[in-house]
């Protein structure tokens, strides 16, 4: 048996796919953390290119009730985004993907954060049945992607708000600094992958072509023919866990789930089956490990809430919870747990047109067309 190697810096192991380690046994991943740092260093002339970024998005909705969209889930991430764009002087909307999982507290800090800062809310929803479709398929299809139905309604429900109210900007509160970037074979995304699943374990219907937005034809139109763009604000601001949810829960009354994810109940049965699967495949890991790079978290302490979070398996009432609504049987879940793993790489995608248009991705992330760390994340951590 090969023994595993943890890196020597943060804590991830050789079981993440792609992962190399160099001489002194630090991860690849940590060099990818201090090239995004050096190139999103907080200082002053970042903080020159925020200022000049936050102008033009005023200038292109000076004619427009708003400015930039931001998705709103009632998480950490999310809410401190809307805050913080509402602090700078923007006009937000508020975006809500209503997935039939959003859990109370969710609901009740997404309410408090409209009324609180005085913002609208747009809320994009989809029939339940086509929603426990997506969800049944992309669980049959054994890819590692449980969340992928929502990751899709997410990103291609903000660009049809944006193109919608004509806004330029899109807000995202993503961060490589606190969440670290997840390799492809654990977390791969596009509207061909999507819809490929769909249409062997499920069924393409007009609902389908809907609800995904993210196919070639139609970022074409949102990115370049309306010239909708993405701003991932924790690249340009300080962006600390603990003290972000102290200041929303003096600011906002937020309430904190007590656990990562909090916001969605499917989230500890979509976790429980990664694990079981594919085996290293932890959701929090990634992010445990990006919080040790930030020395927001020491890498024992990490360590020990691994091992902790191995200890303390997910609830069977919450994966009875999930498994019910989604109408599968125990032992059809069994099965789909004992199915061979797979990835994206089973599945048609646009990822090999992707690879051939290195450069211009490159070049797209760079005017914030596209996710600004995406290039790193498609041709970096694969």
């Not at 990818?32 to 020159?48: A, E, F, G, I, V």
């Not at 925020?50 to 005023?58: A, H």
């Amino acid at each position: 048996m090969i023994k595993k190697q943890l890196c020597n810096r943060c804590v991830l192991d050789s079981r993440v796919p792609g992962i190399t380690f160099d001489q002194q046994g630090i991860c690849s991943h940590c060099a990818l953390h201090d090239k995004l740092d050096k190139l999103y260093t907080l200082n002053s002339q970042n903080k020159k290119k925020f200022e000049t970024l936050l102008n033009k998005i005023k200038i292109s909705g000076k004619n427009n009730k708003y400015d930039c969209v931001v998705g709103l889930s009632g998480g950490v991430d999310s809410t401190y985004c809307l805050y913080t764009a509402k602090r700078l002087g923007l006009r937000p909307l508020a975006f809500h993907y209503d997935n039939g999982w959003c859990t109370a507290i969710a609901k009740k800090n997404i309410e408090k954060a409209i009324r609180k800062l005085d913002v609208d809310l747009e809320k994009v929803e989809f029939p339940w049945e086509d929603i426990k479709m997506f969800h049944r398929a992309c669980l049959q299809a054994s890819i590692p992607e449980t969340c992928l139905p929502c990751e899709v309604g997410i990103a291609s429900g903000a660009y049809k708000v944006a193109a919608k109210y004509n806004i330029k900007y899109i807000m995202l509160g993503t961060s490589f600094r606190t969440e670290g970037i997840n390799p492809l074979r654990w977390h791969y995304l596009d509207g061909a992958y999507f819809n490929d699943i769909i249409k062997k374990f499920g069924q393409l219907t007009s609902a389908t072509k809907n609800f995904n937005k993210l196919t070639m034809p139609d970022l074409f139109k949102y990115i370049v023919v309306k010239g909708i763009k993405t701003i991932q604000l924790p690249l340009y601001i300080e962006y600390n866990n603990q003290s972000i949810k102290a200041i929303m829960e003096k600011e906002l009354d937020w309430e904190y789930g007590g656990k990562i994810h909090f916001d969605c109940s499917y989230k500890p049965f979509g976790g429980y089956v990664e694990k079981q699967k594919f085996g290293g495949r932890d959701p929090g890991l990634i992010a445990l490990a990006a919080l040790v790079r930030s020395k927001e978290m020491t890498r024992e302490a990490a360590l020990e809430k691994i091992q902790a979070d191995d200890s303390t398996p997910v609830s069977q009432k919450d994966i009875d919870y999930c498994r019910q609504r989604l109408g599968f049987s125990t032992e059809e879940l069994q099965d789909i747990l004992k199915s061979p793993p797979k990835t994206f790489l089973d599945y048609s995608t646009y990822y090999s047109v992707f690879s051939k248009l290195r450069l211009p991705i490159k070049a797209c992330c760079k005017m914030k067309l596209l996710p600004e760390t995406l290039y790193e994340k498609f041709f970096t951590v694969v």
